[in-house]
């Protein structure tokens, strides 16, 4: 856990109470309403969530038991026996409740001029156009389709396509290179594969179907791809008989179009989103048709106070699971506006988002650390130009937020009275675990507040067990869930000793995060313990940039840790024992560098990389990286126990070896200019 956070902890005291304007008509009108809602969920549970998924959700058939649980082998299932559909709950009902002319999702592209605006009609005729055609290329239910595709509006019809036939999809973040994109399409068994001739990032084109092309080589399962015409790309390639334009596909299916949506069960996998886990290989994490569908509408609902004419803008990009819940599933379920933004926050100039919030009258923005952080420090000239007014809920996730970004936001967007929702919430957990409701939570910032109602988070400390009470005083520890709740994750897809893995220690699901609770039970994220790393609020494997770095054949052995990063919360740092003839060179740097983009993405490529003659291990031969987590944060004389190292004197040289990075060094003129190019393309990638 790191010390910064926890020395933050104890010196922010301020707190905010929730606005009165707006109160009287919230969900969630007020503390005491609050209080019941928390007693309700804490008395039955399964009242309370039945009660949820029938007022949110249209179910072809109701469900036999709200809950089975299988506690042995901690498998839960939400509403067994119900029947239902995520496209006709996403669409199709809201053509008869008044919102047929509505607009469902409103796209502005890179530049400025380039708007698309879908009423649910227009969504309707598009989704069941595309379903016809994923149908005609013989995607039935249950079949995996994998969209490597940009922030387009055809991204959105395309999970929705898949859904509306019961087609599991699994998008694949545009911003994912060779190795990144190659193991999800292999890991999902994808039978087609949608993507675009490229995306627009920063004025740039990235191809996608070119970079694409190779990875097909090695993923036997894909009979087709299905190819948008986005940049207008003039040289792609198409192979006969598997590529296909998406124009041209969806050209036969313009009259008639209407599409029956397949009647899934409760707990057939709506989705697979990848994650990056504790091991080299990204896993696959499954959600259920109801249980998912519930939570999203519920806490998109509550969390973000949506009313029906408010426009909803979640910046994260569609390829995580927060563009998933909150940009797509969360705010369609409730026939809400949800706005979607190809671009990136500081491109052409850092204004874009509050141009974006003045020109459509934004009412809630949901955003992440990292970016407030990059807007903060271009300065108050950019937002105070925009009309702000219309915004009524801010949001956050993804990372820790800093108390100064907090402020920041607060103050300079929020115009110091709007609250801001920090929620705490993973790809496994399917929406938001713990948040403030927006008319109701006194704010303290830096805080995410309390665990929503019917869900039983709490801080366990190795040896503890679930049932132990945990509720007295100030405590931390690891976070963790000790009920199920609905959004939670179906499975692992094929790999079920991975799913076991989240309740080996306690018993009940452990989220790999550590956590403070303060006397008023107020929880305070301190950020990953296992090792994943939070780069902009995204999460990356360490294995998995280790493995990329060991399979340089410079590279003997390499381990990678998170160090503090001022903007992005947490960057990369690598340790590499070279093979015996490579020199430690800038060049031999840049290679691996460029190795780790080209297979993972810049997102992933380390920000440091030292160079060690040998790391520190036990005597068993296992790195010990949490002497490798301090000292790349700096932190040399409080390494912990040291006699547990088979070899304690390559600490020395190392420790050595982390000051002379640190110091600019003889190194520093490539790596800073490669760190600058590095980090705009991270930032750009993260901005989602
Ligand atoms: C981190 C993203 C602090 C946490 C929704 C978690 C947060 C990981 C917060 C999940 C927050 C998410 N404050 N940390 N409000 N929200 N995290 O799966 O470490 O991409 O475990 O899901 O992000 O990342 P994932």
């Given at each position: 856990?790191?010390?910064?956070?926890?020395?933050?902890?104890?010196?922010?005291?301020?707190?905010?109470?929730?606005?009165?304007?707006?109160k009287?008509?919230?969900?969630?009108?007020?503390?005491?309403?609050?209080e019941?809602?928390?007693?309700?969920?804490?008395?039955?549970?399964?009242?309370?969530?039945?009660?949820?998924?029938?007022?949110?959700?249209?179910?072809?058939?109701?469900?036999?038991?709200?809950?089975?649980?299988?506690?042995?082998?901690?498998?839960?299932r939400?509403f067994?026996?119900?029947k239902?559909?995520?496209?006709?709950?996403?669409i199709?009902?809201?053509?008869?409740?008044?919102?047929?002319?509505?607009?469902?999702?409103?796209w502005?592209?890179?530049?400025?001029?380039?708007?698309?605006?879908?009423?649910?009609?227009?969504?309707?005729?598009?989704?069941?156009?595309?379903?016809h055609?994923?149908?005609s290329?013989?995607?039935?239910k249950?079949?995996?389709?994998?969209?490597?595709?940009?922030?387009?509006?055809?991204?959105?019809?395309?999970?929705?396509?898949?859904?509306?036939?019961?087609?599991?999809?699994?998008?694949?973040?545009?911003?994912?290179?060779?190795?990144?994109?190659?193991?999800?399409i292999?890991?999902?068994?994808?039978?087609?594969?949608?993507?675009?001739?490229?995306?627009?990032?920063?004025g740039?084109?990235?191809p996608?179907?070119?970079?694409?092309?190779?990875?097909?080589?090695k993923?036997?399962?894909?009979?087709?791809?299905?190819?948008?015409?986005?940049?207008?790309?003039?040289?792609?390639?198409?192979t006969?008989?598997?590529?296909?334009?998406?124009?041209?596909?969806?050209?036969?299916?313009?009259?008639?179009?209407?599409?029956?949506?397949?009647?899934?069960d409760?707990?057939?996998?709506?989705f697979?989103?990848?994650?990056?886990?504790s091991?080299?290989?990204?896993?696959?994490?499954m959600?259920?048709?109801?249980?998912?569908?519930?939570?999203?509408?519920?806490?998109?609902?509550?969390?973000?106070?949506?009313?029906d004419?408010?426009?909803?803008?979640?910046?994260a990009?569609?390829?995580w699971?927060?563009?998933?819940?909150?940009?797509?599933?969360?705010?369609?379920?409730?026939?809400?506006?949800?706005?979607?933004?190809?671009?990136?926050?500081?491109?052409?100039?850092?204004?874009?988002?509050?141009?974006?919030?003045?020109?459509?009258?934004?009412?809630?923005?949901?955003t992440?650390?990292?970016v407030?952080?990059?807007?903060?420090?271009?300065?108050?000239?950019?937002?105070?130009?925009?009309?702000?007014?219309?915004?009524?809920?801010?949001?956050?996730?993804?990372?820790?937020?800093?108390?100064?970004?907090?402020?920041?936001?607060?103050?300079?967007?929020?115009?110091?009275?709007?609250?801001?929702?920090?929620?705490?919430?993973?790809t496994?957990?399917?929406?938001?675990?713990?948040?403030?409701?927006?008319?109701?939570?006194?704010?303290?910032?830096?805080?995410?507040?309390?665990?929503?109602?019917g869900?039983?988070?709490?801080?366990?400390?190795?040896?503890?067990?679930p049932?132990?009470?945990?509720?007295?005083?100030?405590r931390?520890?690891?976070?963790?869930?000790r009920?199920?709740?609905?959004?939670?994750?179906?499975?692992?897809?094929?790999?079920?000793?991975?799913?076991?893995?989240?309740?080996?220690?306690?018993?009940c699901?452990?989220?790999?995060?550590?956590?403070?609770?303060?006397?008023d039970?107020?929880?305070?994220?301190?950020?990953?313990?296992?090792?994943?790393?939070?780069?902009?609020?995204?999460?990356?494997?360490?294995?998995?940039?280790?493995?990329?770095?060991a399979?340089?054949?410079?590279?003997?052995?390499?381990?990678?840790?998170?160090?503090?990063?001022p903007?992005?919360?947490?960057?990369?740092?690598?340790?590499?024992?070279?093979?015996?003839?490579?020199?430690?060179?800038?060049?031999?740097?840049?290679?691996?560098r460029?190795?780790?983009?080209?297979?993972?993405g810049?997102l992933?490529?380390?920000?440091?990389?030292?160079?060690a003659?040998?790391?520190?291990k036990?005597?068993?031969?296992?790195?010990i990286r949490?002497m490798?987590?301090?000292?790349?944060?700096?932190?040399?004389?409080?390494?912990?126990?040291?006699?547990?190292?088979?070899?304690?004197?390559?600490?020395?040289?190392?420790?050595?070896?982390?000051?002379?990075l640190?110091?600019?060094?003889?190194?520093?003129?490539?790596?800073?200019?490669e760190?600058?190019?590095?980090?705009?393309?991270?930032?750009?990638?993260?901005?989602?």
């Amino acid at each position: 856990m790191s010390q910064e956070r926890l020395t933050t902890l104890l010196t922010e005291q301020r707190s905010y109470l929730p606005p009165q304007h707006g109160k009287s008509s919230a969900w969630v009108c007020g503390s005491e309403e609050a209080e019941a809602l928390y007693r309700a969920a804490l008395d039955d549970p399964n009242d309370f969530w039945a009660a949820r998924a029938s007022q949110l959700l249209h179910w072809f058939k109701r469900w036999d038991k709200v809950l089975e649980a299988d506690e042995e082998r901690h498998k839960y299932r939400w509403f067994t026996g119900a029947k239902l559909n995520a496209s006709f709950n996403c669409i199709d009902r809201h053509l008869f409740s008044g919102r047929r002319n509505k607009a469902a999702l409103i796209w502005q592209g890179e530049k400025e001029m380039d708007v698309r605006c879908f009423t649910y009609q227009m969504l309707y005729t598009e989704v069941c156009r595309v379903a016809h055609a994923l149908s005609s290329l013989r995607i039935r239910k249950g079949d995996r389709v994998a969209l490597y595709m940009p922030m387009i509006p055809e991204l959105v019809i395309a999970m929705l396509a898949c859904a509306r036939i019961g087609a599991i999809h699994t998008t694949i973040f545009s911003g994912y290179a060779e190795g990144g994109v190659r193991s999800r399409i292999q890991g999902a068994k994808a039978k087609v594969v949608i993507t675009a001739d490229a995306a627009v990032r920063a004025g740039k084109l990235k191809p996608l179907k070119a970079n694409l092309d190779p990875i097909l080589e090695k993923c036997p399962s894909v009979a087709h791809v299905v190819v948008v015409n986005h940049a207008d790309l003039y040289d792609v390639k198409m192979t006969p008989n598997r590529d296909i334009w998406w124009h041209d596909l969806i050209e036969d299916f313009t009259l008639d179009v209407d599409f029956p949506c397949e009647s899934m069960d409760a707990n057939d996998p709506l989705f697979l989103l990848h994650t990056s886990g504790s091991t080299g290989k990204p896993t696959g994490i499954m959600h259920s048709t109801g249980g998912y569908l519930t939570y999203a509408a519920h806490t998109t609902q509550w969390i973000f106070d949506m009313r029906d004419d408010d426009v909803h803008w979640c910046t994260a990009d569609i390829g995580w699971i927060t563009g998933h819940t909150y940009g797509v599933y969360g705010p369609l379920a409730l026939g809400a506006t949800t706005m979607m933004f190809e671009g990136v926050p500081n491109w052409p100039k850092p204004d874009r988002y509050w141009r974006m919030v003045e020109k459509f009258r934004v009412n809630i923005l949901y955003t992440a650390p990292t970016v407030i952080r990059s807007l903060m420090r271009m300065g108050e000239a950019w937002t105070e130009r925009y009309d702000l007014g219309t915004l009524r809920i801010l949001g956050s996730v993804g990372e820790p937020m800093n108390p100064e970004a907090w402020h920041w936001y607060h103050r300079n967007i929020g115009g110091s009275e709007l609250p801001i929702v920090d929620t705490w919430w993973q790809t496994e957990t399917g929406g938001a675990m713990i948040s403030p409701f927006p008319y109701a939570t006194k704010l303290k910032p830096g805080s995410v507040t309390k665990p929503l109602p019917g869900v039983d988070a709490a801080v366990l400390r190795d040896g503890q067990t679930p049932d132990m009470d945990t509720s007295e005083g100030r405590r931390s520890g690891h976070l963790v869930i000790r009920k199920p709740w609905p959004g939670m994750m179906l499975g692992v897809y094929n790999d079920e000793e991975k799913y076991q893995s989240y309740f080996q220690r306690f018993g009940c699901y452990e989220s790999g995060d550590g956590a403070e609770v303060d006397e008023d039970g107020y929880f305070w994220i301190l950020g990953r313990i296992d090792d994943s790393i939070n780069v902009s609020g995204h999460r990356l494997s360490t294995a998995e940039i280790e493995a990329v770095l060991a399979s340089c054949p410079e590279v003997a052995e390499a381990a990678v840790v998170p160090m503090p990063h001022p903007l992005k919360g947490e960057g990369i740092y690598a340790y590499v024992v070279t093979r015996d003839e490579v020199p430690w060179s800038e060049d031999v740097r840049k290679k691996l560098r460029d190795t780790v983009r080209r297979d993972i993405g810049a997102l992933a490529s380390p920000e440091y990389i030292q160079f060690a003659e040998a790391l520190p291990k036990t005597c068993s031969g296992k790195v010990i990286r949490r002497m490798l987590r301090k000292i790349a944060g700096g932190t040399y004389d409080d390494l912990g126990d040291t006699t547990a190292l088979a070899k304690p004197e390559v600490l020395k040289p190392i420790i050595f070896g982390h000051q002379n990075l640190m110091l600019g060094q003889h190194e520093t003129a490539s790596a800073a200019a490669e760190e600058h190019g590095q980090e705009k393309d991270s930032t750009a990638e993260k901005q989602d």
